[in-house]
């Protein structure tokens, strides 16, 4: 397995990601056994603070001396969590001369991949979070809370390939890099938009709507549906 290296294309790292996601993921799927000693430790957490909604665990694997592998365990409640398993989000960090990189894949066939580099996660704390963190934290945050992800082109004559996106949490303003590879570069607030992006905000926030509905829907069926096997749900 290749380490994430400053020469890479998008593309490359886009594959890196995939191979370090299957190698992870399956470790912390075992780690996950329906019956093991680790889901057995999350549902006594989750009882002891008397069954609250939306708690986030977090998992971490080192790849390598610049790379990580994160898991956000998410547990929407307990009869969830009983009867289906928790919800599980997963990024990848990666460090080079923009700082540490975060990486994800989702859309509706889950070939479509995000990049943020640390600027981004700056803006995000001082625009939306208003407060100074680690950057790793801004991240999960970031990922456990904006799992509701609408973009669309908003090209200029100076940046044809430009994007704008809706979050629950912010605006992004992104740039497609390469085929469903999408690089966000800094974010704002809806507050914060200028008249000329409101229109477009307001069909992504329509978009945005759509999502959450399908997301809650999802949840009711994993609620409903006890078979025991534990699904990898990817929003965004």
Same mark, same amino acid.
């Given at each position: 397995?290749?380490?994430?290296?400053?020469?890479?294309?998008?593309e490359?790292i886009?594959?890196?990601?995939?191979?370090i996601?299957?190698?992870?993921f399956?470790?912390?799927?075992?780690?996950?056994?329906?019956?093991?000693?680790?889901i057995?430790?999350?549902?006594?957490?989750?009882?002891?603070? &008397?069954?609250?909604? *939306?708690?986030?665990? %977090? +998992?971490t694997?080192?790849?390598? $001396?610049?790379?990580? /592998?994160?898991?956000?365990?998410?547990?929407?409640?307990?009869?969830?969590?009983?009867?289906? &398993?928790?919800?599980? *989000?997963?990024?990848? %960090? +990666?460090?080079?001369?923009?700082? $540490?990189?975060?990486? /994800?894949?989702?859309g509706?066939?889950?070939?479509?991949?995000?990049?943020?580099?640390?600027?981004?996660?700056?803006?995000?704390?001082?625009?939306?979070?208003k407060?100074?963190?680690?950057?790793?934290?801004?991240?999960?945050?970031?990922?456990?809370?904006n799992?509701?992800?609408?973009?669309?082109?908003?090209?200029?004559?100076?940046?044809p390939?430009?994007?704008m996106?809706?979050?629950?949490?912010?605006?992004?303003?992104?740039?497609?890099?390469?085929?469903?590879?999408?690089?966000?570069?800094?974010?704002?607030?809806?507050?914060?938009?200028h008249?000329d992006?409101?229109?477009?905000?307001?069909?992504?926030?329509?978009?945005?709507?759509?999502?959450?509905?399908?997301?809650?829907?999802?949840l009711?069926?994993?609620?409903n549906?006890?078979?025991?096997?534990?699904?990898?749900?990817?929003?965004?």
């Amino acid at each position: 397995m290749n380490m994430i290296v400053e020469s890479m294309t998008y593309e490359d790292i886009c594959r890196d990601y995939d191979r370090i996601h299957d190698i992870y993921f399956t470790r912390l799927i075992n780690k996950l056994d329906r019956d093991g000693q680790e889901i057995n430790k999350i549902k006594r957490i989750v009882r002891k603070k &008397g069954k609250p909604e *939306n708690l986030v665990f %977090t +998992y971490t694997y080192k790849v390598d $001396l610049t790379t990580t /592998f994160y898991a956000l365990v998410i547990v929407p409640n307990y009869n969830c969590l009983n009867n289906q &398993g928790p919800i599980i *989000n997963t990024f990848i %960090t +990666y460090r080079n001369r923009f700082g $540490l990189n975060l990486i /994800f894949r989702g859309g509706p066939l889950d070939n479509e991949y995000i990049i943020a580099y640390d600027h981004f996660f700056r803006r995000f704390m001082e625009r939306s979070l208003k407060q100074e963190m680690p950057i790793e934290n801004a991240m999960c945050q970031f990922v456990a809370n904006n799992s509701n992800f609408a973009l669309m082109p908003c090209p200029s004559k100076k940046y044809p390939k430009n994007v704008m996106g809706i979050t629950s949490d912010v605006v992004v303003f992104a740039e497609l890099v390469a085929p469903k590879v999408t690089l966000m570069k800094t974010c704002i607030t809806r507050d914060m938009l200028h008249d000329d992006q409101k229109i477009p905000a307001e069909v992504l926030d329509i978009n945005v709507d759509l999502l959450a509905e399908f997301r809650a829907f999802i949840l009711q069926r994993m609620m409903n549906g006890a078979t025991g096997q534990l699904k990898y749900y990817d929003f965004y």
